[in-house]
Structures are given as structure tokens and as C-alpha cells.
């Protein structure tokens, strides 16, 4: 009598999402290389990102932040939207905590630096099907020293990026159509919350966490 196979485990499905070609196809050819995963399909940005997962239903998505049009994060969040239980793998070349943070307040499931696809994707990719996160080592510890402070309010971050233009408190208060006085006491706020010296130095740490992205 002959036993009866067991049929195999199905395979990671994974969709890529980048506006950079030569990543997409070093994804693919890397995750074509594993037995227990296939690349499913590509996109070029945040749009077409959003019609391959509604039409591929991949398990696990690995989508860039830095984009074109649509950048990741707003995509990550119409996503999570269309469908809460998507699990997701934010790629990056910054370990800034700001952009850590904003993406796993999101949904992410996974962070991952660029720089660390030959090493980590895989595992990454495994572990997040499981239903784990996955964040590095060195953007734990830069979301944990500022794990204290007190995050920027979306009106806050849109003031800021008005200063990072050089422009004054009244030429602000003009576009966002609110008083002098307003924003006078939300730049007070801001350098509260980043602990910074002056509007100049507000904007330099807000870049370097990823707070801005100019």
C-alpha cells in the first residue's frame, strides 16, 4: 500500500513595493532562491502598490517609505485600512525613530534598513508571516531614547516644515491661516518636545529622526 503524500506547506507570497527597479528584481531573485516563499508581484509606488494587494493578496507586502506620488506610509496606511490583518515590512535607508515610529503607529509589522536586506530579509519575511515583528537592533534603540518625549502633533510637524522653508512665524501664521501668536506658542511647544535650542537646531534633530523629509 502506498502512503499518501502530505501536501507541502504553501509558500510566502510577497509583494514588493519600490520605485527602484534594481532592488524589485534583487527581492525577487532572492526570494525566488527559497523554497518556502515566491515574489508575487511588483509595484513602482504607493497607487500601484495598493491595486497589486487588492488584486495579488499577498501575504506579507514589503513597501518602501521614499516614493514618488503616493510615498509609503500613506499607501501602509490605505492598506491597513483596506484590510487590518495586512502584514507589512517597511523598507528604508533611514533609522531614524521618527519614521520607525509613524509606520509602526500604522500597522507595520516589520522595519527594515536597506542595507540590511542580504542579511535580514529573509528572516524578516519568516518571522513577520508568523505574526511577529521585526525591528533592527539599532532603530529599537533609537525609538527607545526618545521613547520619554512627548511626539509632535501633526499641526506641530506641518509648522515645522513651514520653518525648514524660512519662513516667519506671521508668514506661516498666513498659510495655515491662524495668528501670530499661535504659531509663536506651537514653535515654543516644538522646541519643548525636542528638547531643541532654536528653530534652526528644531529643524536639524526633526531631520535627523525623520520627522521631516524635505
Not at 502512503?3 to 506547506?9: G, N, R
Not at 511577529?132 to 527607545?144: D, F, S, Y
Not at 491662524?178 to 525636542?194: F, G, N, P, Q, Y
Request: aromatic share 2%; charged share 25%.
Amino acid at each position: 500500500m502506498i502512503a499518501a503524500m502530505v501536501p507541502a506547506s504553501e509558500p510566502i507570497r510577497v509583494l514588493t513595493v519600490d520605485d527602484h527597479p534594481l532592488m524589485r528584481e534583487g527581492i525577487a531573485a532572492v526570494l525566488g532562491e527559497q523554497p518556502d516563499m515566491t515574489p508575487v508581484g511588483e509595484a513602482d509606488n504607493g497607487w500601484q502598490g495598493l491595486q497589486a494587494f487588492e488584486r495579488l493578496r499577498p501575504d506579507v507586502t514589503l513597501m518602501d517609505i521614499q516614493m514618488p506620488g503616493m510615498d509609503g506610509l500613506e499607501a501602509l496606511a490605505r492598506l491597513r485600512a483596506l484590510s487590518p490583518a495586512a502584514r507589512v515590512i517597511v523598507l528604508t535607508t533611514f533609522k531614524s525613530d521618527g519614521q520607525a515610529w509613524q509606520a509602526l503607529k500604522l500597522g507595520a509589522s516589520g522595519y527594515l534598513l536597506k542595507t540590511q536586506l542580504r542579511t535580514e530579509l529573509l528572516d524578516a519575511v519568516r518571522a513577520v508571516h508568523r505574526g511577529n515583528r521585526w525591528i533592527p537592533n539599532e532603530v529599537a534603540q533609537e525609538i527607545a531614547a526618545h521613547a520619554g518625549q512627548e511626539q509632535l502633533s501633526g499641526r506641530e510637524i506641518d509648522v515645522l516644515e513651514h520653518i525648514a522653508q524660512g519662513m516667519s512665524n506671521r508668514e506661516i501664521g498666513g498659510k495655515l491661516s491662524l495668528s501670530e501668536d499661535t504659531i509663536k506658542a506651537r514653535v515654543k511647544t516644538i522646541l519643548s518636545k525636542l528638547d531643541a535650542r532654536d528653530r534652526t537646531h528644531a529643524v536639524v534633530l526633526a531631520l535627523k529622526r525623520g520627522l521631516l523629509r524635505l
